[in-house]
């Protein structure tokens, strides 16, 4: 019996992902390039590489029984899937940004105005609980580019150290999701398998504990 883990291919929570693994003991195989898949060598624990977007369902549908991803990938998806630990990486925020120039008073600013954004679903969360309409604008990637070539008003992306928008002439003004790496599950877990996952996250809680 092995637990079948998904984590990025490749990407920013590749490395990361495997440096857990690494620092819980379990050493996997990944040195062949453009593997889909490895097994641990002392372990019960198979791991798939996937684009992140797709963890959510693989682990909804449990052809992954976990997964390494980020909670804003989680909650975009809208899967249902147990986020069972944060994993203390790929640390970010959802956050709304406007022209640097703009006077920004509150989510009443956006009433109206069109958002750019690859995150429709939780920009639209956003703008209910705060009874604003606006207009979202689905976009896959450049999000920052929109307001300089009159695509949006506003954007609504994943920032990290700011400079991307900086760099856009923008300016963050509201964060409506803080984000980092998570481990989900699926939502039926057989006993054995339970018991795998129970040793791991032991595991991922101890190697937490000693980096504080
Ligand atoms: O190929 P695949 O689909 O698997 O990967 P991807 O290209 O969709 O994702 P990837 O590897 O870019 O990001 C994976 C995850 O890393 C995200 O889902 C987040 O959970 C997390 N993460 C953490 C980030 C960032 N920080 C981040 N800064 N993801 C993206 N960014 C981008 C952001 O979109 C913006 O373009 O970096 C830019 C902003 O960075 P700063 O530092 O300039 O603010
Ligand atoms: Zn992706």
Redesign the pocket.
């Known amino acids: 019996m092995v637990l079948k883990l998904a984590i990025?291919?490749?990407?920013?929570?590749?490395e990361d992902s495997v440096k857990l693994l690494k620092e819980c003991g379990i050493e996997i195989n990944n040195n062949v390039k453009n593997q889909l898949k490895a097994t641990a060598a002392n372990f019960p624990l198979e791991v798939f590489f996937?684009?992140?977007?797709?963890i959510p369902q693989y682990v909804e549908d449990g052809v992954a029984d976990i997964g390494f991803?980020?909670?804003?990938?989680v909650y975009e998806s809208q899967k249902e899937v147990k986020v069972a630990e944060l994993l203390g990486f790929?640390?970010?925020r959802l956050s709304i940004a406007t022209a640097k120039a703009d006077t920004y008073t509150g989510p009443a600013f956006l009433q109206g105005k069109k958002i750019a954004t690859?995150y429709p679903v939780l920009v639209a969360q956003f703008l209910k609980k705060n009874n604003i309409q606006a207009e979202i604008h689905e976009i896959s990637?450049?999000?920052?580019i929109a307001p300089s070539i009159g695509l949006a008003d506003a954007v609504c992306?994943?920032?990290?150290?700011?400079?991307?928008?900086?760099?856009n002439g923008l300016k963050e003004t509201e964060v409506i999701l803080q984000?980092?790496?998570a481990l989900i599950q699926t939502p039926e877990l057989s006993p054995e398998k339970s018991l795998i996952l129970q040793k791991l996250l032991f595991r991922i809680q101890t190697v937490k504990k000693a980096k504080g």
């Open positions: 990025q291919k490749s990407g920013r929570l590749h996937l684009r992140d977007d797709d991803v980020g909670e804003n990938v790929g640390k970010c690859s990637g450049s999000v920052e992306d994943l920032v990290s150290s700011g400079s991307t928008l900086f760099m984000s980092q790496s």
